[in-house]
């Protein structure tokens, strides 16, 4: 059950709820509650043992309200899962109006102990999400969420399944169902965007590397990954694009995109893509790079040449996220770089937005060790990333998760936006103990 204002956590503590919002005809994705500020969604993983001493992951999905100072830990929502088979009990958070209310939903798959498997939506409203409902649809598990077909409600996919909105809110149906051929479900990843700018959203999809896909050796694969696939939107809803759009075979590496995110790098009014992949320079070390393709209304990577940033290190530009931290209305590039040793610190990097989009030049790089941050995080550059407005002051601010080894909670920091990009002294940080979840030793 979703914990409301009001109610107890598991250390008896209370919790409110942020002020009413309003419903609007096209609202924020990162706003539930229509207050004008952006709201933090995650899942928390803790590690429980059972009667028997066994170990098991427990999860629990998190909203944590924004308001005029940030996010507010004592306005906050749970919604335990259980245990589950994987690592987490909770699929993608995809953040739609599936019911045309004027409200963000939240849209995820579940497969806790805790209550059915399956598909649920948590309806957002003045005062926040709503309880789970159930939405009636056998054995699928959303990856994306968007206006496929451009009619102008909310649609879900799962890499082969599209559920077509609106959604009747109370029976949790959709109003019609299709299959794309040659589609199959699974992706590690799905990264809607309308990359032709034809009003109708397309999907670039990624999948788990298969060893066996390639013979290992020093150089990357060539030709197009296996781990990719490219869906468009039309006026009858998806359909499979092959060959895949010029600059998706040009990412091709072991392991393939291994994250990515759409946004308009370019500041032309088409959605791009970019995403990472690691890159082998022979005799210099582990290089990655962070791969740009040009949307248009030519088509995706069909109209300028893709761009690429490279950085040292394995993971060096994971968990890219695009938006406007500085406030000057062209979107930056957030990033991540772990470090892999007590003397490698994790780092956090920003690409302020240049004339032809985020550029190295310039970058800027938080360490997670800077004054201001709470130094003794561990893992703070291999946690997830949320970029969102929880201030409401136009510009993005960064939320960094984060956890050491040792402590029965994870760690939250939040970098605000400011015209000269992050400021870590005036960084705010809270744990997931004061939103009410003690995570325990992963």
Do not use: C
């Not at 963000?104 to 999400?129: E, N, S, W």
């Not at 190295?360 to 004054?371: M, S």
């Not at 015209?419 to 997931?432: I, L, N, Q, W, Y």
Request: glycine letters at 16%; zero cysteines.
């Amino acid at each position: 059950m979703l914990g409301q204002g009001g109610t107890d956590d598991e250390g008896g503590r209370k919790f409110g709820r942020p002020p009413a919002g309003k419903a609007a005809e096209d609202p924020a994705p990162g706003d539930f509650n229509g207050d004008g500020y952006d709201d933090l969604a995650t899942v928390l993983v803790s590690t429980r043992k059972d009667k028997d001493g066994d170990k098991h992951l427990s999860s629990t999905l998190t909203v944590v309200y924004g308001s005029a100072k940030g996010l507010r830990p004592d306005w906050s929502q749970r919604l335990p899962a259980g245990t589950s088979d994987g690592n987490t009990a909770f699929g993608p958070l995809l953040r739609a109006d599936l019911d045309g209310d004027g409200f963000t939903d939240l849209a995820t798959y579940a497969d806790g102990d805790k209550f059915a498997r399956g598909t649920y939506v948590l309806h957002g409203g003045p005062r926040g999400l709503s309880e789970r409902r159930p939405i009636e649809a056998e054995a699928f598990r959303p990856a994306a969420a968007g206006d496929f077909d451009g009619d102008g409600a909310a649609d879900l996919f799962d890499g082969r399944t599209t559920l077509y909105g609106p959604f009747r809110r109370g029976a949790g149906t959709a109003a019609r169902t299709a299959t794309v051929p040659g589609g199959h479900t699974g992706p590690r990843q799905a990264v809607a965007g309308d990359y032709d700018a034809d009003g109708r959203t397309d999907v670039v999809l990624t999948y788990p590397f298969n060893g066996d896909d390639y013979e290992q050796n020093d150089d990357p694969p060539t030709g197009r990954p296996p781990q990719i696939d490219y869906y468009q939107g039309g006026p009858g809803g998806l359909r499979n694009s092959d060959p895949v759009p010029p600059g998706l075979d040009s990412m091709a590496t072991y392991e393939g995109p291994r994250q990515g995110v759409a946004g308009d790098v370019d500041g032309d009014g088409v959605d791009d893509f970019v995403a990472n992949g690691e890159h082998h320079v022979e005799g210099a070390g582990a290089r990655s790079k962070l791969t740009v393709i040009h949307g248009s209304k030519a088509g995706l990577g069909r109209a300028r040449p893709s761009r690429v940033l490279t950085g040292s290190g394995t993971w060096w530009g994971s968990s890219p996220m695009l938006g406007d931290v500085t406030g000057d209305e062209k979107p930056d590039l957030v990033a991540a770089r772990p470090g892999f040793s007590l003397t490698d610190t994790d780092r956090l990097l920003l690409f302020p937005a240049g004339a032809r989009g985020p550029a190295t030049e310039g970058q800027q790089t938080v360490r997670g060790d800077d004054p201001g941050l709470p130094g003794d995080l561990e893992e703070f550059g291999f946690g997830p990333l949320d970029l969102l407005d929880v201030d409401g002051d136009g510009r993005r601010d960064v939320i960094v998760h984060s956890h050491t080894y040792g402590r029965p909670y994870g760690d939250f920091v939040v970098l605000r936006g400011t015209p000269k990009g992050f400021v870590p002294k005036e960084a705010r940080h809270f744990t997931s103990d004061d939103v009410g979840v003690r995570v325990g030793r992963r």
